[in-house]
């Protein structure tokens, strides 16, 4: 479409990948109902409008984001098209786009990098496990980038990338806006928030942007324990955070603008679901047997996650006449703990020590084994590029990019009272082991990252039909790392062990462009992503059986994993621009698809490499038949599988990595709908209900659950069943594939240029929807599901000033 006349619905974010609502403007005419808002995204690393951005993406505003009842990026992720958010609780949601993933990253695993990239504003903030749940307060959009960014992006963008798109401050205005909502529900404690935000004028040249938010996060998972009372709603937490930034403009040709980000998360457990834990379940007979219910698990004390991150940013730019310099600087500091309950763990590994000796009483097994996991990250980067202003023949970008990371990473578990009972089963104690007094493992992994690359994209324009975009990246990255494990569970241990990897290539993109009309735009293009290899852990050797040793053994490094994705994609604007319709079709060649593997009685989990491919679809629909209806409709299908076997000794597959094996992570189909229906109260208020719809495709956690005997503990050629507390059965059996759900949220209420009262109800038919399969030591100690939040009812008030 024609960069001159192209006026672009709010709604048109809703056809570019969210089945949103646009928000109404005042007083249209009949022939302006439709020309509301133009949405100017920055995919390319410039302003362009999103219809005019030669391959697929998606953008929602604050207001669309509201509407639809996300709260978080988990929920955000259901209304976008191709976009998937594996929630393992606040703060550790792992994101896949167009069915690219090779499994869950769980907790231990800190040398897996993310295959797409997160940014806030231009600053990456993505870590593999930990991506932050920032809150979508005073954002200025949401933006989804499908398919291989690796040109402009870099490393980790190898399926897509996403950003949040915050508001900038605003020069010569004063403004804020409050927010204030609470809600509870079905088996839910009460939540609630509290937001602002003030910009104010620092001057004629200069202003400040002042955000800040509180969130108390409701609790939904009780905890039960053989002879102990439940615990109600122990995964509740709380998330405070602020921004501020100040825009220092001197002359119209330079602008600074430096920014401070905090938050911190705080939670008191996770939303797991026990189906089996081997020390409390309904089936024992020598101890109480408990019943975790729909919504519990079984622990022994309070677990959680505590997260902590400060961003400090620069972005400098300066107009040279027909070119902009702009230079971004980024410092991260983080600091995570996650507390987990490993008794179960510990427990089952007693258990295997003692064998039939008898030796180990109910009481040794139960000995309380916290599992600290702590990352410290120091991250600073750097990113300058000069770019043409646009408009011509052809619009060019280069840029330069520097990365260095600190991340020191380590596990700690101690068990009070593990020593002696090491020494009554006649197993050396943890000084033998090089580890703390009555800590059966131990381990810390410093490690040292660094990355350059350069890269460059141009767009020649033939006429005002046809247009080429060519891109190319080149990148150099090292990593290094030191490895200290110790204790019993490490049985030779390690200490500093020297590990490194490096690697380097060129990421290139193509893309052809026609425009018959201004109303549609038909793209083909050529593109590469990638995502970085790295290092494996050792395996816990005293665990591993010979055949898994065998198995999993000898996998020091794993290697860059590159997509190779063709694409074809259509734009069009129909019915006088009432309607919308954006879609495309796309395939995948992954090379080196970096699977997880859970390193079966091992307790190790490492990273394979594998072949595999994605061919899919994505559709979407938004029409404004008047100025009371919104309609939107998009979806996805997406056949991701493995291409090439990858056998054991025997023939059987390692990790699932199987001919034909689904992609985990992803489903094959999802889609969103949503309808608004808008109506006056007066000349100042006007009413407005929401109802949007989501539909989430069945998956899988792992490769490997698609195997036989997965989904069974103790039956033949499955991990053995541990008979703590003469149970009742012999083995028991779980569903690993993750079945389909649908979510429902329903929004309405008044508002008014400077008031928004509402009302809402998320997840309406109290779906219990399994997100990811969670396990300690294979499937032997414990077997559990992550979960979303059940049905919840609550209030929120607006105000702008």
């Known amino acids: 479409m024609s960069k001159h006349n192209a006026v672009i619905l709010v709604a048109i974010a809703s056809a570019a990948g969210m089945a949103m609502t646009p928000r109404v403007a005042a007083a249209a005419t009949p022939s302006d109902q439709d020309i509301i808002e133009q949405i100017i995204v920055t995919a390319q690393k410039r302003e362009t409008a999103l219809q005019d951005v030669p391959f697929s993406v998606a953008a929602a505003s604050e ?57 806030l504003d231009e600053s990456a903030i993505s870590v593999a496990l930990f991506t932050p749940d920032l809150d979508l307060f005073d954002l200025e959009r949401f933006e989804v980038l499908r398919g291989p960014q690796g040109t402009l992006f870099g490393a980790g963008s190898s399926s897509g990338t996403v950003r949040y798109i915050t508001r900038q401050p605003r020069i010569g205005a004063f403004e804020g806006a409050a927010e204030v909502g609470a809600y509870t529900g079905t088996d839910t404690d009460w939540g609630g928030n509290l937001k602002g935000m003030i ?129 971004i600087s980024s410092y991260t500091d983080r600091d995570v703990v996650v507390l987990r309950d490993a008794s179960q763990l510990t427990g089952s590994v007693t258990l295997s020590l003692s064998g039939t000796s008898g030796i180990a009483t109910p ?68 000084a033998a082991f090089n580890a703390p007094p009555d800590t059966p493992f131990y381990s810390r992994v410093p490690y040292d990252f660094q990355q350059f690359a350069v890269f460059g994209e141009g767009t020649l ?81 005293a665990l591993c059986s010979a055949d898994d040793l065998v198995t999993y053994g000898g996998q020091p490094t794993f290697q860059d994993e590159k997509v190779l994705n063709y694409e074809i994609g259509a734009k069009t604007m129909l019915a006088d621009r009432r309607v919308t319709f954006n879609a495309s079709v796309f395939f995948s060649d992954i090379d080196n698809l970096q699977v997880i593997a859970d390193a079966g009685s091992c307790s190790s989990r490492i990273v394979l490499n594998a072949q595999a491919q994605a061919i899919g679809a994505e559709v979407e629909i938004f029409a404004r038949p008047d100025s009371h209806w919104d309609l939107g409709l998009s979806a996805t299908y997406v056949q991701a599988e493995i291409t090439e076997s990858r056998l054991n000794a025997t023939g059987s597959p390692i990790a699932g990595i199987r001919d034909g094996n689904r992609l985990p992570t992803s489903p094959e189909f999802q889609a969103a709908a949503s309808v608004t229906y808008n109506w006056p109260f007066s000349n100042t208020l006007e009413g407005f209900a929401n109802f949007t719809f989501q539909h989430v495709g069945s998956s899988y956690t792992q490769l490997a659950d698609q195997e036989p005997p997965t989904g069974c503990v103790g039956c033949p050629g499955a991990p053995g069943f541990f008979a703590f507390g003469a149970p009742t059965i012999s083995s028991f059996t779980f569903d690993p594939e993750l079945p389909s759900y649908e979510l429902g ?43 979303n939040l059940p049905r919840t009812y609550g209030v929120s008030l607006r105000m702008n000033f």
Do not use: C, M
């Not at 992720?77 to 393992?88: E, M, P």
């Not at 600190?406 to 197993?427: C, M, S």
């Open 63 to 119: 207001t669309q984001i509201r509407n639809s009842g996300a709260g978080n990026i988990v929920d955000l992720s259901r209304n976008f098209a191709g976009l998937t958010i594996t929630d393992l609780g606040p703060g550790q949601s792992q994101v896949a786009i167009r069915g690219i993933s090779a499994g869950q990253v769980v907790r231990d695993q800190p040398g897996v990098k993310e295959s797409v990239g997160v940014y």
């Open 199 to 327: 910009n104010a004028p620092l001057g004629q040249t200069a202003a400040v942007r002042l955000v800040g938010y509180y969130n108390e996060i409701a609790g939904f998972i009780d905890s039960v324990y053989p002879g102990r009372a439940k615990r109600e709603d122990v995964n509740s937490g709380e998330k405070t955070g602020a921004r501020v930034s100040v825009l220092i403009q001197p002359s119209e040709n330079i602008s600074v603008t430096p920014r401070i980000v905090y938050q911190k998360l705080e939670t008191d457990g996770y939303p797991r679901i026990d189906v089996y834990n081997v020390l409390g379940n309904p089936f024992t007979t020598t101890q109480p047997a408990v019943n975790p219910g729909r919504r519990g698990q079984v622990t022994q004390f309070r677990e959680g996650i505590e997260d902590e991150i400060t961003l400090a940013d620069l972005k400098l730019e300066f107009g040279l006449g027909g070119l902009t310099l702009t230079s």
């Open 363 to 430: 009481a040794d097994v139960r000995l309380n084994s916290p599992l600290y996991d702590t990352t410290s990250l120091k991250a600073f980067s750097q990113e300058v590029r000069l770019a043409s202003d646009g408009g011509g023949g052809f619009e060019w970008l280069v840029g330069a990019f520097y990365q260095d990371i600190d991340r020191d990473y380590g596990q700690n578990l101690p068990t009070p009272g593990y020593d002696a009972l090491l020494t009554r089963l006649g197993v050396p104690t943890s």
């Open 461 to 541: 324009h033939f006429n005002e039909q046809w247009s080429l975009t060519g891109g190319l990246r080149y990148y150099d990255f090292e990593e290094e790392r030191l490895l200290t494990f110790a204790g019993v569970f490490a049985d030779v241990g390690y200490t500093r062990q020297p590990g490194s990897t490096s690697s380097d290539g060129f990421s290139p993109r193509v893309i052809l462009s026609f425009e018959p009309d201004d109303d549609v735009l038909l793209t083909a293009q050529v593109a590469r992503g990638f995502r970085l290899g790295g290092i494996n852990d050792p395996l816990n050797v």
């Open 745 to 787: 949220n329903l929004r309405f209420g008044v508002r008014s240029d400077v008031w928004e009262a509402a009302a809402f109800v998320n997840n309406v038919w109290d779906e219990r929807a399994f997100l990811s399969l969670d396990r300690e030591r294979g499937t032997r100690a414990r077997v559990g599901y992550l979960t």
